[in-house]
């Protein structure tokens, strides 16, 4: 069903496509050596992501996207139709993100780690959804609000699962004097209705291929969930900060419960090279070497470090803070290619102090 739907966009995009359409996709190998429940010393190999997406425009003023994922739970990712109803007032309407969390909302392949931070285990995947976005460009300040209504999935429209119905705002400030210094602040809200369905909040200790939770909990007959996030990233040259802070309320037919988490997280391109910023969308975009290894130089060489928090701690909950300090480093030998290496060192707090060590590595390719 999903590889006949897959097929059927692809063609119909064809047909809409005006001058001219882009294919292409990325795959993602990763490696990672970590001890397994019963403390052995383990490795373990996979495909992280392999995609194929097409995107193009079938008006002057209507963009379109269909990327396919091979691996993972979720096959459909971008899925959607973007129209410019005025200068620079955008709807998108589609299987996309909600607009909340810097990180989150930030293309996986340029992210810095190879793993988004424990803050991702409050973030919803991709959802079917209206939104509006209205960016304002005011000399060397740069604002953007979106606004957005989301329910289920594609993936779970297809399988006809249930999910919550999500209202979702995001409001960002950058000030840009250069394309190497940035301020970014940002605010994002949401609101969800889950009509007495289960909510379950858990991630990986920032390794994929880490096949156990260390922290997780499951809340039944949820009514609503409260989300609220504040976001900030500087840029300064070859020097970044970015940092985030996340609270979500639940509500259930008994209990308010209050989680939350934060991460803040530091890089230093080694070979001079800056973070990039997308300022009409307020996310970070492509890294490019200013001397590739194809052009017989060194690439780019990226030293990044991170601390991570989660915190499912409240009520009758159990096992559930964590820590994460990540180390991680990049090389980008082209625009297309890197590979990164990270170790993680996880820590359970409570009740009972656990840690895990991680190493890991990745080579990542997008055209």
């Known amino acids: 069903m999903k590889k006949s739907l897959f097929l059927c966009l692809i063609l ?13 996709g990325q ?6 050596w970590f001890d397994d429940e019963d403390g052995v010393a383990t490795n373990d190999q996979a495909i992280r992501r392999a995609r194929v997406f097409l995107k193009g425009q079938a008006l002057p003023t209507l963009k379109y996207e269909i990327e396919y994922s091979f691996t993972g739970s979720n096959n459909w990712k971008d899925v959607y139709l973007e129209y410019e109803a005025l200068p620079q007032l955008f709807i998108k309407a589609g299987n996309i993100k909600e607009p909340i969390g810097l990180e989150a909302l930030t293309s996986s392949k340029y992210n810095t780690f190879m793993e988004r931070s424990l803050a991702q285990a409050f973030v919803s995947k991709r959802k079917l959804g209206v939104q509006v976005r209205y960016p304002i460009k005011d000399d060397a300040h740069y604002y953007t609000l979106t606004m957005g209504a989301f329910g289920q999935s594609l993936d779970e429209l297809i399988d006809n ?26 605010v994002a809200s949401s609101y969800s209705d889950y009509d007495g369905a289960s909510l379950s909040l858990n991630t990986e200790p920032e390794s ?17 969930r409260q989300r609220v996030d504040i976001e900030s990233a500087i840029i300064y040259d070859s020097f970044a900060l970015q940092g985030e802070y996340f609270w979500i309320g639940v509500d ?19 070979t001079g090279e800056s973070k990039q910023y997308k300022a009409k969308k307020a996310i970070f975009s492509r890294v490019k070497p200013l001397n590739p290894v194809t052009d017989g130089g060194w690439g780019a060489w990226e030293l990044a470090l991170r601390m991570s928090y989660l915190d499912l701690d409240d009520q009758d909950e159990e096992e559930s803070i964590e820590k994460n300090y990540t180390v991680g480093l990049n090389w980008y030998t082209t625009d297309n290619l890197r590979i990164m290496t990270n170790y993680i060192h996880a820590t359970l707090s409570e009740p009972d102090v656990e840690s895990e060590d991680i190493m890991q590595v990745r080579m990542q390719f997008d055209f």
Not at 13 to 21: C, I, N, R, V
Not at 162 to 183: G, H, I, M
Not at 214 to 222: A, F, G, H, N, P
Request: proline letters at 1%; a negative charge; glycine letters at 4%.
């Open 27 to 32: 795959i993602v190998a990763d490696s990672a």
């Open 12 to 24: 119909q995009s064809l047909l809409l496509a005006e001058d001219s359409f882009e294919f292409g």
């Open 208 to 224: 994929d291929l880490f096949d156990r939770k260390l922290v997780s909990t499951k809340i039944k007959d949820v009514q609503n």
């Open 252 to 270: 259930n037919i008994d209990t308010a419960y209050d989680f939350q988490s934060w991460y803040l997280q530091g890089s230093w391109f080694l």
């Open 161 to 186: 699962e249930d999910a919550e119905r999500s209202l979702v705002a995001r409001a960002t400030y950058a000030y840009r004097p250069s394309k190497t210094k940035l301020l970014h602040l940002g």
